[in-house]
């Protein structure tokens, strides 16, 4: 079995490994639909069994002291759990995984996993205006690059199958395999490629067939059949392009300037969280929770103009105070909610103004929720595959486009705010700014290019050994000690040539150990200092270490040790920039 393993671990440090990723796919898809069932049933059921009616979100019908009380304990609760963990293992959330994956290789840490699940929980149950979707991209990723490492798989696989497990989580929540894979390519990994969008298409398929298991095939909204009923409707939903654009930078820009501004104290912060969302849930108790029931409500038209307005903007202050302060739920969900209130209020408007041209409000609400969440991401193809997904309607596109466009520009050219996570990572100095160059060598692990045709040697070697070791024609000599660590490759051609001119030779042997020996580290030749790095490692990152060690060569090891024994060939400094130069190897 250890043999089989090792077996698969050389074959997945190779680039052509396609079969054996999508298998390791379908598996990330299982293990993080799994994980979202779990996530998704911990909250409904209590809310099930606790609120009456017909949605398990139904909190208007709590009284108002319970309303003022629930996200106010849950915040507390919240507070003393987030206050044992240290300051790295409270980040949860898209922004988090943007994190691990531009700086961290895509290695996320069981800690956080564990407090964006306890914490979303908690955050959903007691009412306070969250998300689930934000978690469950936290909680899916996770998964992925968690299994990738207990399976000790090169760096650039581990990344991979974080956007698989990103990509079954956006499909379980809202039943929507295509927008998964588009989430997991566009916010995520931020590109695609044909490597790439295979195993996260089997991951999202799978994470998609996992829930209609247990939840069946509708979608997470009730969609009535909507579509356009006038061209003379185009300046409405122009308005609407703007106006969401608008909501969705102000949204942004509370966010942001509320985190800036938040207090450093956990216990004030989560206090404040839940002063917050108890007030605001006594005088509209329609913000608490997610808020889906309200969104199925805009959805067929029953909520009245002023509510719509009075809805949207509470959901769009609360969530981005929240979120603001620190707060472990997500943003997807209630960027749902605003842009269907949002949406809806245009189109009673539109109704209103010109009731013989207007299409309905569910309409309207639709291209609300597919703008406000294209505008707050910058994702206007997640946007739109959500879209055509929940409503199963192709017409629909093309005003979808038209408000999905005009809401993001208006968003980041006229208000100039960017998008909402990589904002929230700009405030802690760091970025997702990534050049195609290095995205690429992201893409290839360290072994696939590496140099093989290799031999160890002491550095003090008899003739005899180096005479054997040349026999194989190797093309470089890895020099160690006598403690079988690595120190530098010389060129096998320049020691094949001082062997074959005897008089220089003898200048060079020298006792060692009761015998003459050629000090390796001494005669002249092509000589590079070599430092190390494990199998797992990428091209980038191999980058990064010879920076960081001074050398322009490194040993690739396998496992944990570091000794000539576990070396599986070695990378200079040329050939990762004749790679990306090239894009083929350079023997």
Request: aromatic content about 6%; proline content about 4%.
């Amino acid at each position: 079995m250890a043999s089989l393993i090792r077996h698969l671990r050389l074959q997945l440090a190779q680039n052509d490994t396609l079969a054996l990723l999508s298998i390791l796919a379908v598996l990330a898809g299982l293990l993080t639909g799994g994980t979202i069932l779990l996530f998704r049933l911990a909250i409904e059921v209590p809310l099930d069994s606790a609120l009456p009616g017909q949605h398990h979100e139904y909190f208007e019908s709590l009284p108002a002291w319970l309303r003022f009380l629930l996200p106010f304990s849950g915040s507390i609760v919240l507070a003393a759990l987030f206050y044992k963990l240290s300051a790295q293992s409270r980040v949860v959330g898209i922004s988090h995984v943007l994190e691990r994956l531009k700086h961290h290789q895509g290695h996320m840490p069981f800690k956080n996993f564990l407090a964006q699940f306890v914490g979303g929980i908690i955050c959903a149950i007691s009412g306070q205006s969250t998300g689930r979707e934000g978690p469950a991209v936290h909680l899916g990723a996770a998964t992925g690059s968690i299994m990738g490492r207990r399976f000790e798989l090169p760096s650039n696989h581990v990344q991979l199958l974080l956007a698989c497990g990103v990509a079954a989580a956006i499909s379980a929540s809202f039943n929507t395999p295509i927008a998964g894979v588009i989430f997991a390519m566009e916010v995520i990994l931020m590109g695609y490629s044909f490597v790439s969008l295979i195993p996260v298409i089997l991951a999202s398929v799978t994470g998609a067939l996992l829930t209609r298991v247990v939840y069946g095939s509708e979608p997470a909204f009730t969609v009535p059949a909507i579509q356009m009923t006038s061209l003379l409707e185009f300046p409405f939903l122009m308005l609407e392009g703007l106006f969401m654009g608008a909501l969705a930078a102000m949204f942004i820009w509370v966010c942001v300037n509320t985190a800036k501004k938040a207090p450093k104290n956990l216990w004030v912060r989560f206090l404040i969280i839940g002063l917050l969302n108890g007030l605001l849930a006594v005088m509209i108790p329609q913000i608490m929770g997610i808020g889906y029931d309200t969104v199925n409500l805009a959805l067929i038209g029953q909520i009245p103009l002023i509510a719509l307005f009075i809805f949207a903007l509470a959901k769009l202050l609360i969530t981005s105070l929240n979120l603001g302060l620190g707060q472990p739920g997500g943003a997807i969900g209630p960027m749902l909610f605003i842009g269907a209130c949002a949406g809806g209020l245009i189109g009673e408007l539109g109704n209103y103004l010109a009731p013989e041209h207007a299409s309905s409000t569910g309409f309207y609400a639709m291209l609300g929720m597919a703008a406000m969440m294209a505008a707050c991401l910058q994702a206007p193809l997640t946007a739109l595959m959500t879209l055509l997904e929940l409503t199963s309607n192709a017409s629909i596109l093309m005003p979808a486009m038209l408000v999905v466009v005009i809401a993001n520009l208006t968003a980041s050219e006229v208000f100039k705010q960017k998008a909402l996570f990589p904002r929230l990572l700009q405030l802690r100095g760091l970025t997702v700014d990534t050049s195609p160059v290095e995205q690429m060598l992201r893409q290839s692990s360290v072994h696939s290019i590496s140099e093989k045709n290799i031999k160890m040697v002491n550095k003090f070697a008899t003739i005899e050994n180096l005479e054997l070791l040349l026999k194989g024609n190797p093309k470089w000599l890895v020099i160690h000690d006598d403690n079988k660590q690595i120190l530098a490759i010389i060129s096998a051609v320049d020691v094949a040539s001082l062997m074959l001119d005897e008089e220089q030779l003898s200048n060079w042997l020298e006792p060692h150990q009761d015998s003459l020996a050629i000090n390796l580290m001494a005669i002249p030749a092509q000589r590079e200092q070599c430092g190390t790095i494990y199998m797992q490692a990428n091209l980038q990152e191999a980058l990064d270490c010879m920076s960081t060690q001074k050398v322009e060569c490194l040993s690739i090891h396998y496992g944990k040790s570091n000794s000539s024994t576990s070396v599986m060939g070695i990378i200079r400094h040329d050939k990762i920039h004749n790679h990306y130069r090239y894009q083929q190897n350079v023997s």
